[in-house]
């Protein structure tokens, strides 16, 4: 079946370091990839998305290529900021013309106090 | 506004009580989605709705029970608490068959 990996259930980070959060994902055919971030107190909104298979998407500085030969779409950012501090979620519709969303357990970024 | 919104934002009840949830969404779409968060951040759908039609239900207690009167509302009903329905319920909508989904603030269920 069609699933979601996210390794890390938390990252810990210094203000400006870099941030790398790991995503695989199983699924047959061409899925659409998606990363959810969710701030405290809010529901999860869209971050970024990628359709095609080995393009980029990117969005507030955040990063993520839609790697078809390894099934990854890890997200990374360059900086990372106190606003930064969220739940991240990557997520996958799969390519069979459903639109039924799996969500990976999400991963909660916050900076070191 | 165009928005997904739940109302209420917090809700503290005792167990064996009935809640309701109410969710609407004006963004124009045709499917609308309920979502339990845990403690752990785990989200798991429980009900799908398009055009009124329930098309998605997971393996929920049968306790809990979608309402829609029409593709821009989608309630939820639990008609008896237990302690572990306690975590925060998120309304989702979307729009066709390619679509990302947009999600309301969700509403905290606290049973006591």
């Known amino acids: 079946g069609d699933s979601v990996i996210q390794m890390q259930g938390q990252v810990t980070l210094s203000e400006n370091d870099f941030l790398f959060i790991n995503c695989t994902y199983s699924?047959?055919?061409?899925?659409?990839l998606f990363w959810y971030v969710q701030y405290s107190g809010e529901g999860p909104q869209l971050l970024l998305q990628?359709?095609?298979?080995?393009n980029k998407g990117s969005s507030r500085g955040f990063e993520a290529t839609y790697d078809k030969g390894t099934t990854s779409f890890h997200l990374q950012k360059t900086s990372v900021q106190e606003i930064d501090s969220a739940v991240y979620y990557c997520?996958?519709?799969?390519?069979?013309?459903?639109?039924?969303?799996?969500f990976g357990k999400g991963t909660k970024f916050s900076l070191i106090p | 506004e165009t928005a997904v919104f739940q109302t209420p934002n917090y809700h503290v009840t005792q167990v064996g009580n009935e809640v309701s949830f109410n969710c609407k969404q004006t963004?124009?779409?045709?499917?609308m989605y309920w979502y339990k968060q845990d403690s752990k951040k785990l989200l798991k759908i429980m009900f799908s709705y398009n055009n009124k039609q329930l098309i998605v239900n997971e393996t929920v207690p049968r306790r809990f029970s979608p309402q829609s009167s029409d593709k821009a509302h989608l309630n939820l009903r639990i008609k008896s608490v237990e302690p572990e329905d306690s975590a925060v319920y998120l309304c989702?909508?979307?729009?066709?068959?390619?679509?990302?989904?947009?999600f309301g603030s969700g509403t905290r269920l606290l049973v006591i």
């Open positions: 963004l124009g779409h045709d499917t």
């Open positions: 990628v359709t095609t298979a080995n």
């Open positions: 997520a996958m519709r799969p390519g069979t013309g459903s639109n039924r969303l799996t």
């Open positions: 699924t047959t055919g061409y899925p659409t």
């Open positions: 989702a909508s979307s729009k066709g068959q390619n679509s990302d989904y947009t």
